[in-house]
């Protein structure tokens, strides 16, 4: 099945999807990139190993950055940042994509740690809606529940894999990168993109599908929010 432009305006938010409200404050703070916090929202959230960007690909982002700075003098709005953040994500996925590194989660018993590391406290502590294991790096999307923030469970997930990972390869040093790009799930169109995406990305990447470890949440594939096919 492949998504039409309008596919998601047919479509009823899936069960526990919470999008961006418009009526709540939104926070910000910066990193290398600006990350926005809404309570009780969902997130697309990619974090990556360390090693996944070659220098080439770090030079370029810092043109960007350049670049970006010239056209927005501060002070800056939320536009202008978002517009950043978009151009770097662009450029991140474009190299994610070639599978630089050392590309520790080629291997299935990498893969199947950092899987079920997410999976772990689903319904606990976030809401887990889809996610895709690459390579050399991890896309998902999740609603945080209660107090957790998308800090404490990226930190929970980065903290657990990398330990039992280096273990297993017996190595040492860092794991993951310690920034991740993440974005408010505007709303259940975002929403079909976004698990769509996921599940082509091993296709778009040059991967075969089943070489990778994808996962939808069953009652949002069953309410129509599965992978493009």
């Known amino acids: 099945m492949r998504y039409h432009e309008n596919h998601s305006l047919h479509l009823e938010p899936p069960p526990g999807f919470q999008g961006l409200d418009p009526e709540k404050p939104i926070d910000i703070y910066y990193g290398d990139l600006p990350h926005w916090r809404q309570q009780g929202a969902t997130y697309f959230v990619t974090f990556r190993l360390a090693d996944s960007l070659p220098q080439q690909c770090l030079a370029e982002i810092q043109a960007i950055r350049r670049r970006w700075e010239l056209a927005h003098p501060e002070p800056r709005d939320d536009a ?3 517009d950043y953040a978009r151009q770097v994500g662009q450029k991140q996925e474009e190299w994610l994509d070639k599978s630089c590194g050392s590309c520790m989660l080629k291997r299935q018993d990498c893969a199947e740690l950092v899987a079920g590391a997410m999976k772990f406290f689903d319904g606990q502590r976030y809401l887990l809606g889809a996610f895709v294991v690459m390579p050399n790096h991890v896309h998902v999307v999740f609603r945080p529940l209660e107090a957790q923030t998308v800090e404490d469970i990226l930190m929970s997930w980065k903290g657990f894999t990398a330990r039992r990972i ?4 017996k190595r040492a040093g860092q794991f993951w990168q310690r920034e991740s790009y993440d974005t408010i799930v505007r709303d259940c169109e975002h929403l079909v993109k976004a698990v769509a995406y996921i599940g082509r ?5 040059g991967s075969k599908l089943n070489e990778q470890l994808r996962w939808v949440r069953p009652d949002w594939e069953k309410a129509g929010y599965g992978f493009a096919m």
């Open 80 to 82: 202008a940042w978002r």
């Open 166 to 169: 280096n273990q297993l390869l």
């Open 201 to 205: 990305n091993p296709e778009k990447a």
